[in-house]
């Protein structure tokens, strides 16, 4: 074997060994409510970057802080207009879901 056809080689496996990694990595991210996004700007808010993730469902696994924080935000932000003008992301779309979800009179 050519000796400069094994580094090609190995170098064409490691490519392909990280796209099928980041193919198995592209599942939608979560994470925490993006305040500072829109600091300083009361008049608009900024988009989110991430789905909700486990501590912001008030049920088990719930971290209180992490629900309070997003309420208040939502409280204070949650029907003014996004600063640049687009309209609501997925993200954006699922934050407000569980906004209305968790202040949703249970009878």
């Known amino acids: 074997m050519h000796p400069v056809v ?3 080689r190995a170098l064409a496996l490691a490519a392909t060994a990280l796209a ?3 193919c198995a990595a592209s599942g939608p991210r979560t994470g925490a409510l993006d305040t ?4 300083g700007m009361s ?3 900024g988009h ?5 993730d486990h501590d912001y469902t008030a049920g088990k696994g719930g971290q209180t802080l992490a629900v309070l924080k997003m309420l208040k935000y939502y409280t204070a932000k949650g029907a003014l207009p996004f600063c640049d ?3 609501p992301t997925r993200q954006d779309t699922a934050w407000a879901r569980l ?3 968790l202040t949703r009179p249970r009878l």
């Open 85 to 87: 003008g687009r309209p």
């Open 43 to 45: 008049h608009c808010r």
């Open 36 to 39: 500072t996004a829109d600091r």
């Open 99 to 101: 906004y209305a979800d």
């Open 6 to 8: 094994r580094p090609r």
């Open 48 to 52: 989110q970057s991430v789905l909700p």
């Open 20 to 22: 099928l990694a980041a």
